[in-house]
T-cell receptor
Framework: DAKTTQPPSMDCAEGRAANLPCNHSTISGNEYVYWYRQIHSQGPQYIIHGLKNNETNEMASLIITEDRKSSTLILPHATLRDTAVYYCIGLNSNSGYALNFGKGTSLLVTP | GAGVSQSPSNKVTEKGKDVELRCDPISGHTALYWYRQSLGQGLEFLIYFQGNSAPDKSGLPSDRFSAERTGGSVSTLTIQRTQQEDSAVYLC??????????????FGEGSRLTVL
């Protein structure tokens, strides 16, 4: 699975868009990019995943560069409840299951 | 409930004692995972069950750790002769199928283990 690199922490003002970057320069052609988040004292929560195309759901948007070496998770209107650690994970669809969570990005949304 | 349920939510034990942690996955989910999260750290994969296949135990840190899944549903993680370094939050997750390209993991709230 691809090694991912994320900044350790970021701040965002409430109501603004939070753009969380992730580098995955070693990602292979069939590896998906998954994003999870973990709010303090809770289990991780799935957000979104993608392969090549940009993806959007009710929680966030995922922008993947054309060369697939990096991606950005976008929370369009961050709220205080979005304060959490965000994990970017590369996952090979064939090897499947053991998602390797790194240390992620600690996002602090401020009033 | 509809989510993954773990018990106990908190467990304090003395060094050398055995502990059992329980996970009730979401009904119908065939894949079940155990992870461990030490204070301030990321998640560490421990073990994975998929249907009736032999579990992948490659993440278990020592032979003091074992897990079973009875009837393809409830799972128990057992830690024998606990050590202080075993103190962590133990997270269970389930998925409708193997992780892959269509799966997403649903995590429980975790069991916080403190070994004195």
């Amino acid at each position: 699975d691809a090694k991912t690199t994320q900044p350790p922490s970021m701040d965002c003002a409430e109501g603004r868009a939070a753009n969380l970057p992730c580098n995955h320069s070693t990602i292979s052609g069939n590896e998906y990019v998954y994003w999870y988040r973990q709010i303090h004292s809770q289990g991780p929560q799935y957000i979104i995943h993608g392969l090549k195309n940009n993806e959007t759901n009710e929680m966030a948007s995922l922008i993947i560069t054309e060369d697939r070496k990096s991606s950005t998770l976008i929370l369009p209107h961050a709220t205080l409840r979005d304060t959490a650690v965000y994990y970017c994970i590369g996952l090979n669809s064939n090897s499947g299951y053991a998602l390797n969570f790194g240390k992620g990005t600690s996002l602090l949304v401020t009033p | 409930g509809a989510g993954v349920s773990q018990s106990p939510s908190n467990k304090v034990t003395e060094k050398g004692k055995d502990v059992e942690l329980r996970c009730d996955p979401i009904s119908g989910h065939t894949a079940l995972y155990w992870y461990r999260q030490s204070l301030g750290q990321g998640l560490e994969f421990l073990i994975y069950f998929q249907g009736n296949s032999a579990p992948d135990k490659s993440g278990l840190p020592s032979d003091r750790f074992s897990a079973e899944r009875t009837g393809g549903s409830v799972s128990t993680l057992t830690i024998q002769r606990t050590q202080q370094e075993d103190s962590a939050v133990y997270l269970c997750a389930s998925s409708p199928q193997a992780g892959g390209n269509t799966g997403e993991l649903f995590f429980g709230e975790g069991s916080r283990l403190t070994v004195l």
